[in-house]
């Protein structure tokens, strides 16, 4: 089966003794890798390397709700039950109101180490602070009540996530560990949390369905800013309000090449790359699979006959470990063994399994959405996700939710909204005090090539630049959508926040000289730098 619909690939670097290989000598790939200080066994044979990591050019950064509304009870079918004898709030590994979302190696009861790129840990927790005990120096992001993921680097010990104390109450906190892969050696254990006297954890509704994405360094992030969690997979899995999960490593290849290639018709299924430990795959319960895997293959002399016959087993044996998913097989980027790939949906196609598809990716990925030759960079990892994303909702059986946005002013800490809660055309745009109302709440829907229109909640017309100004001033308005660029949007990462630039000016949405009022209306203007022009994007 074909769906409607790029260019892409992913090699491995020359092999390094007793750790998996990567795609770059410096901060590739993504999440986590360890297995409890073991170090990984040498690998044989000379790597090669298509994958070089590039800079990320620009972001269109998509921040989605890391709580979704749903039932606590579909847990069980994503995260693992607790140990027994886990003491509830405690923020210990044992600690059940701890979500720990894709494949997480609980071997030691003292310390859990995510091991693959996309796992995470999600909880719900009370008080003004909280801190993440690490064992030893690794990198992690984390998300705190909604908000960008902040990087911590080179970290070890109890690490402070709060600084800065937060409000007395309830707060959500979401972890996500960088891969250990290629040279980045960091620990990604995870040992527990520690709260303010007398706070406690509570558990977070899980989503009833997840998404594995496998492949190589395209699927665990490399080349983008914050690696796996800017990474198209992500990025689907949050629009979608599922969980999700990358079983993906730089330089990986599909066959097990007999030059060394990492191939993942074998390491798939492994709790980790660098393990011949078995995954317990009665652990989570994947509803569909996307597969982006062949970009490596052909610098590995991999021959397509070889290819296809692997792809046919793979899919298979995905098959039996997940009876009822849905299991997309993609085009690669650069269009590497795609006869092949057909060919083997074909195959399992023929002998009764409907649930597997071709998915056409021809014109996802234009140059601008390319960091290098071979992967995308930020911008590129949404214009993956724009299209990516609708298909896997038709597969799953469900639509993309309208997720709610407040749009918060990083000088000002006002929210963007419509002045007197107007449902009319022409009204202003303004900042104003967040009470929580439908008019200070927006919808991001998308435009296409890496823009949005936002919606607002109340009236349902879109945030537009007054007459298609192109001037500096313009005044900003809510208007019925017409269609029109002055009424698309662009987020750019600005220093853990964005800056929301206009289509068809290229101007920024700000609040005019930095005021601080109630009700300052906003305006356009070119980019300066300043607090003014940048916003944060926060689930209403």
């Not at 709440?441 to 945030?463: E, M």
Request: hydrophobic share 40%; glycine share 12%; proline share 4%.
């Amino acid at each position: 089966m074909t769906l409607p619909g790029g260019r892409s690939s992913a090699r491995m670097p020359p092999g390094a003794a007793n750790r998996p290989p990567g795609d770059h000598p410096i901060d590739i790939d993504f999440h986590r890798f360890l297995s409890y200080g073991k170090r990984f066994p040498a690998v044989s044979g000379g790597h090669r390397e298509d994958d070089h990591m590039g800079p990320s050019k620009r972001l269109f950064r998509t921040i989605a709700s890391t709580v979704v509304a749903m039932a606590v009870a579909a847990a069980a079918t994503v995260a693992v039950a607790a140990p027994a004898h886990a003491a509830p709030g405690d923020g210990s590994t044992s600690d059940p109101n701890i979500s720990f979302i894709g494949r997480w190696d609980r071997s030691s009861t003292a310390a859990f180490a995510s091991n693959w790129a996309g796992a995470y840990l999600r909880t719900g927790f009370t008080g003004t602070t909280v801190r993440l005990k690490q064992r030893n120096a690794v990198e992690f992001w984390a998300s705190i009540d909604g908000g960008p993921f902040v990087n911590y680097r080179n970290v070890s010990g109890t690490v402070n996530l709060t600084p800065t104390p937060l409000r007395a109450g309830n707060h959500t906190l979401v972890v996500s560990y960088r891969q250990r892969a290629g040279s980045y050696n960091g620990d990604a254990v995870f040992t527990g949390l520690v709260l303010d006297s007398g706070a406690r954890t509570y558990a977070l509704p899980v989503a009833p369905k997840l998404v594995e994405f496998v492949g190589d360094s395209i699927t665990a992030g490399t080349g983008s800013s914050k690696l796996a969690i800017t990474d198209y997979a992500w990025l689907v899995g949050e629009r979608l309000g599922v969980e999700h999960t990358q079983i993906a490593i730089g330089g990986a290849c599909l066959v097990a090449a007999p030059d060394g290639c990492w191939g993942m018709e074998r390491r798939y299924f492994n709790i980790d790359a660098g393990s011949s430990t078995p995954w317990d795959f009665s652990r989570y319960r994947a509803d569909a699979v996307v597969i982006n895997l062949g970009t490596n293959d052909v610098g590995h002399s991999v021959s397509g006959p070889t290819f296809q016959a692997s792809y046919t087993a793979f899919i298979r044996n995905i098959r039996a470990k997940y009876p009822n998913a849905a299991i997309l097989a993609l085009k690669t980027f650069r269009g590497r063994y795609v006869t092949e790939t057909q060919a083997a949906v074909q195959a399992v196609n023929n002998s009764g399994d409907r649930n597997v598809y071709f998915v056409n990716t021809d014109g996802w990925l234009t140059a601008e959405g390319l960091g290098d030759a071979v992967h995308p960079n930020d911008r590129g990892h949404q214009m993956i996700a724009d299209r990516l994303t609708p298909i896997v909702a038709a597969r799953l059986g469900t639509t993309t939710p309208a997720r709610q946005y407040k749009v918060v002013n990083r000088n000002s800490g006002k929210v963007l909204s419509v002045s007197g809660n107007s449902t009319a055309d022409g009204a202003a745009a303004v900042q104003a005090t967040d009470t929580g109302a439908a008019a200070q709440r927006w919808q991001l829907v998308d435009a296409g090539s890496g823009f949005s229109k936002l919606v607002n909640v109340a009236s349902g017309k879109v945030l537009d630049v007054n007459a298609r100004s192109t001037s500096d001033g313009a005044a900003v308005i809510q208007y019925r959508d017409n269609g029109g660029t002055n009424q698309h949007w662009q987020s750019v990462t600005a220093d853990g926040h964005v800056k929301l630039v206009n289509r068809n000016s290229g101007k920024l949405l700000e609040v005019p000289g930095g005021s601080t009022a109630e009700g300052t209306a906003l305006a356009q203007r070119g980019d300066n730098g300043g607090t003014n022009q940048q916003w944060q994007l926060v689930t209403g």
